[in-house]
């Protein structure tokens, strides 16, 4: 597949990634008319967003090292960097991810600011797989969309569990992907104008997605939900990402 004018359709990009984040909003929904849910809902939530994830980056990882290999690699390890420093520079390495367990206001700013900088990511993936191909940006936007839906579950149940109205909790729900459709229009424009960083930026994006399930996502599920039931749910869920591109693609 060629890369694309940047200029051509940046304003789909626009579309699918406000789109993805506006749909954080949508976690909103189980907390009509309760403040709290049941522990396994954020397990299972973030389960479910660890698959779409993993799909999405096992998917553009195939991208990049149809290319080279060398390229996509350094850049999933600037990606693990990335991700790595994200919780060093938000002082979160210490938490133990259990929002509903005695939150405090210094917790929350912290969980708000962690999401903030774990969306950048997601939108360099949009955008990235936008460059490849238009088609498959917007198969990667709708599936890190649902991803957001879940994700948001978990900041949803945070917000709550300090009080915050649930208009304003999904007000900054949806404000904490703001990174996310930045990054999706930057990468879309800076990427085919320099398309040596096509490979590190499919590289970057899989990396960092894969790092985050790993050390963030999936602990959490576990802690709440169990083992089985998440592996079930994150391989289910991952498998119909792959399936589903392969079947649209």
Request: aromatic share 8%; no cysteine.
């Amino acid at each position: 597949m060629s890369v694309i004018d940047p200029d051509q359709n940046v304003l789909l990009v626009l579309l699918f990634s406000t789109v993805a984040a506006l749909l954080d909003a949508a976690g909103s929904l189980p907390f009509i008319g309760r403040t709290t849910v049941p522990a396994q809902w954020g397990g299972f939530s973030y389960a479910l967003a660890s698959g779409l994830m993993l799909g999405s980056g096992y998917i553009l990882m195939v991208e990049g090292l149809g290319r080279t290999t060398m390229s996509v690699v350094a850049g999933a390890v600037l990606g693990v960097v990335y991700t790595y420093w994200t919780h060093v520079f938000s002082g979160t390495r210490e938490l133990d991810h259990r929002p509903a367990d005695g939150s405090v206001a210094e917790y929350s700013i912290k969980f708000i600011l962690l999401n903030a900088l774990h969306s950048a990511p997601e939108g360099v993936a949009i955008g990235v797989a936008m460059v490849v191909d238009i088609p498959l940006g917007i198969f990667v936007a709708l599936a890190l969309a649902v991803h957001n839906i879940a994700e948001a579950i978990v900041l949803m149940e945070l917000l709550r569990a300090n009080r915050a109205p649930l208009q304003h909790a999904a007000a900054i729900s949806v404000v904490t992907n703001v990174p996310q459709i930045l990054m999706a229009i930057v990468t879309f424009a800076i990427v085919p104008a320099v398309p040596a960083l096509l490979p590190w930026t499919l590289g970057f994006a899989s990396g960092a997605m894969g790092y985050l399930v790993m050390t963030d996502l999936l602990p959490f599920s576990y802690a709440r939900a169990g083992r089985t039931g998440v592996a079930l749910v994150v391989s289910l869920s991952a498998g119909a990402v792959v399936l589903l591109r392969g079947l649209l693609g």
